[in-house]
């Protein structure tokens, strides 16, 4: 294995997560020319339909025929669907199918990114836990740079709705050969289908499941519902408020993952716990945001959120590798992230409930559904413990296929 092998993997991951959410900070933008908030909201939410499929996927294939061509993949993926976005000029349907693309590049970064890092950091002799947070630091990384940059060129960039999806085109372009060149870490034809151990655990069921809708909920509320809830209070700096909530959620996140890995403990839930006691109290800030109208209140709530989207992330996928054994990895890790991205969903379901009920009655509702997944996770957290950690025997298994 040479040196440069897990940074490839990890830039894998990071070039994927850019595409991925790239669009977000730009819905003001898409606001601005005519779209209503309905349509902008469902095409936030249309990668969903190309992600969720490819998380159930593509963990399953790169167990058939390895993590490289998969990954490959979904590089490739992601660079075509940045050249779909920028066609978005010709017509609502070329956003619609470059978002749905992008779906699957994020679904290949988190579940075989994710899977591939981890078993590369496991030959070279890394602790266990060491490349599920470097993925989610990646992650979470490429998620807020390809949101800032995007802002930004939108903001100031000549062709606001082209020039940012050509940068990550670019970047794209020019990972894929390092990618290419990271050596295999899966055995081609050794996934066994229906053995999934790990999805029946009772722990999987009560603790990681409660859990995993409010990771991607959490930064859908930060970065898509507040900024329209306090876009008249910003006037012309709309589209760059928008930019610095998505941001700060996701740096937010990223600063806080090392402390999920410190609250981590295989005894108890204690780093779930952690995030879903911020999740409740970020919605709360937020619906008072939403009652005040308040700029300064919502970028508060879009840190705590950000804040409990961290910790939550890195702390469902180590409660996740010690339930999994290491021919399931990679299909589990898919599993995790199409629950965590059922959260996604909300901004559209909120935009067709608000006619009903306002945000902060909506808000509100969320704060309860919220408390009451942490009084779940809380009876369970030290229920229904793993017999053995199967981290360590993916290690030795790992070990030994190298």
């Known amino acids: 294995m040479t040196p440069r092998s897990i940074p490839a993997a990890l830039a894998a991951i990071f070039v994927c997560a850019w595409g991925g959410n790239q669009f977000t900070p730009l819905l003001v933008m898409y606001r601005d020319a005519g779209y209503s908030a309905l349509t902008v909201n469902l095409l936030l939410g249309a990668y969903v339909v190309g992600l969720v499929p490819g998380l159930l996927l593509t963990g399953t294939l790169s167990g058939r025929f390895g993590r490289r061509p998969v990954a490959l ?5 992601s660079l075509v669907a940045s050249l779909l976005l920028a066609a978005g000029t010709f017509g609502v349907g070329w956003i619609a199918a470059g978002r749905l693309v992008s779906g699957f ?3 290949v970064a988190m579940a075989v990114g994710t899977t591939w890092v981890t078993e590369l950091c496991f030959r070279a002799g890394a602790a266990a836990g060491t490349g599920a947070r470097w993925a989610a630091l ?3 990384a490429g998620f807020a740079l390809g949101a800032a940059v995007a802002g930004a060129l939108a903001q100031w960039g000549p062709l606001p709705m082209v020039t940012p999806y050509l940068v990550h085109a670019l970047l794209a372009l020019l990972i894929l050969p390092f990618v290419f060149r990271v ?8 996934y066994a289908a229906g053995q999934f151990g790990g999805l029946r655990h009772p722990r999987f069921r009560r603790v990681i ?4 809708p409010w990771i991607f909920g959490s930064a859908a509320v930060a970065y898509a519902i507040m900024p329209q809830l306090v876009a008249d209070r ?8 928008s930019t610095a909530l998505t941001v700060g959620a996701l740096v ?5 993952q090392p402390l999920a890995k410190r609250l981590d403990d295989a005894g108890s839930a204690r780093a779930v716990i952690a995030s879903m006691t911020l999740m409740p109290l970020g919605l709360l800030v937020s619906m008072f945001a939403a009652i005040a109208g308040s700029p300064a209140l919502a970028f508060a709530a879009a840190i705590a959120l950000g804040c409990a989207y961290g910790v939550a992330l890195v702390s469902g996928l180590l409660e996740l590798q010690r339930l999994a054994a ?3 990895l990679a299909a589990l890790t898919g599993v995790y992230y199409a629950l965590a991205y059922l959260g996604f969903l909300l901004p559209s379901l909120l935009s067709l409930l608000n006619s009903a009920a306002g945000y902060p009655v909506l808000l509100g509702a969320l704060v309860v559904v919220a408390l009451s997944g942490t009084a779940m996770v809380l009876r369970c957290s030290r229920a229904h413990l793993p017999a053995h950690t199967t981290a360590d025997e993916n290690e030795k298994e790992l070990a030994a296929a190298g």
């Open 209 to 212: 499941m409660p859990m995993a």
């Open 138 to 140: 990646c992650l979470t």
């Open 252 to 256: 937010a996140g990223t600063l806080v």
């Open 105 to 107: 590049g994020v679904a």
């Open 73 to 77: 993949a979904g590089v490739l993926a």
């Open 234 to 241: 910003v006037g012309q700096w709309s589209l760059l408020y």
């Open 326 to 328: 290491p021919h399931e």
């Open 183 to 190: 050596p295999e870490t899966g055995t081609a034809g050794g």
